[in-house]
């Protein structure tokens, strides 16, 4: 059986699918066949591959999920970054399902707590299916110690890993830039992200290896902020 070229073909409408809002554009003779709401698996923005995500590009022009500059804006409009122990402090109890809910519908309320904010950014991180820096074994890691080879291994991440990371170091940075006021320095900030950043089964594992990325990540915040400064004084 031979299939042909298509024959009178005509332009009906120009449908668009949006991750939140499912198919927009619609003809109304089509809505029966096809749900207005995409697959539940498709709206979730925690536990999920970024592949199957909406995404964005940042102000360094990273290509992140769009979700994670959500959140990220309003923690910044909030003065989350002012807070003491912004990222630290646990949210309030009850609000951070809610929040979760909220965020998988593509919204975030009024007046959400900043370390709830804070708290779902690290989980975001914490539930991937595959963490950050899961493509750099434990030997690699362990073994950079000089910035250098820091940024060295940086530079070996996928694509997607890559500007995920960028994205993080660049979050650290802007709150350990403001040390004075939330109390959290370079080495604190990168302590908590620490165990967010990998995926481990055995828990003292997990706990050692933490302690290598945290120097890891320490070191990048480090280098950032310096790049910053060198950036201020040149201008």
């Known amino acids: 059986m031979e299939i042909g070229w298509p024959s009178k073909v005509r ?3 120009h449908v668009t699918f949006d991750r939140f809002n499912g198919f927009i554009g619609l003809p109304v003779e089509f809505e029966p066949q096809v749900p207005r709401r995409p697959p539940s698996a498709s709206t979730r923005v925690f536990g999920v591959s970024t592949e199957s995500m909406q995404l964005s590009f940042d102000s360094r022009g990273n290509c992140v999920p769009t979700i994670l500059l959500m959140m990220q804006r309003r923690l910044y409009s909030q003065g989350g970054l002012q807070s003491e122990g912004i990222f630290r402090i646990n949210p309030e109890n009850g ?3 809610y929040l979760r809910e909220q965020l998988n519908n593509g919204m975030i309320p009024d007046n959400i707590d900043v370390h709830c904010l804070a708290g779902l950014i690290k989980a975001w991180f914490r539930e991937l299916p595959i963490g950050v820096l899961d493509s750099l074994s434990v030997e690699q890691v362990m ?3 000089s910035e250098n080879e820091c940024a060295h291994l940086v ?3 996928p694509p997607t890993e890559a500007a995920l990371l960028d994205w993080a170091i660049n979050l650290m ?3 350990a830039e403001l040390e004075e ?3 959290m320095s370079a080495r604190n900030i990168a302590m908590v992200f ?3 950043m990998t995926q481990m089964s ?3 594992t997990a706990l050692m290896y933490a302690v290598q990325v945290m120097n890891f990540l320490k070191t990048l915040i480090v280098r950032i902020l310096r790049e910053r400064e060198d950036s201020m004084v040149q201008i």
């Open 11 to 13: 332009h009906i409408a």
């Open 95 to 97: 609000q951070e399902e």
């Open 143 to 145: 073994q950079a110690q």
């Open 155 to 157: 530079r070996l991440l």
């Open 173 to 175: 940075a802007d709150v």
């Open 181 to 183: 006021l939330n109390k």
């Open 194 to 196: 620490a165990p967010n």
């Open 202 to 204: 055995d828990p003292l």
